[in-house]
């Protein structure tokens, strides 16, 4: 059965901003590492942001200073806040739900189906 349920995607201009959504399943949400990842054509898929219950966030390089994960638990969702867009921030963009090993790398698990997100004038 579906688990992670993202929305949000769309078209926006340089510079714009959005906010994807990840509507989770209870068990999954409390038990799991929340994070967010993307693909763009013709690259690997690649992680973006995690969260975990606490509220403690990673940033790729890439994206850290203009985005900003958040998890609420009552809504059992996930949040990622985008600012300041780029072109090469378009890609399809995945939720999911995993573990941080002990040396602090993550783990996914569970995958939601995708949002595409377009960057473009």
């Known amino acids: 059965q579906v688990q992670l349920v993202e929305s949000g995607g769309g078209l926006v201009q340089p510079g714009g901003s959005l906010r994807l959504s990840c509507v989770a399943s209870?068990?999954?949400?409390?038990?799991?590492?929340m994070a967010w990842y993307r693909q763009a054509p013709g690259k690997e898929r690649e992680l973006v942001a995690t969260?975990?219950?606490?509220?403690?966030?990673k940033y790729s390089d890439a994206v850290k200073g203009r985005f900003t994960i958040s998890r609420d638990h009552a809504k059992v969702t996930v949040y990622l806040q985008m600012n300041s867009l780029k072109s090469e921030d378009t890609a399809v963009y995945y939720c999911?739900?995993?573990?941080?090993?002990?040396?602090?790398?993550?783990?996914?698990?569970?995958w939601g189906q995708g949002t595409q997100v377009t960057v473009s004038s």
């Open positions: 969260v975990t219950y606490g509220g403690n966030t």
């Open positions: 209870r068990r999954i949400f409390s038990t799991n590492v």
């Open positions: 999911n739900a995993g573990t941080a090993d002990s040396d602090g790398s993550y783990a996914p698990k569970y």
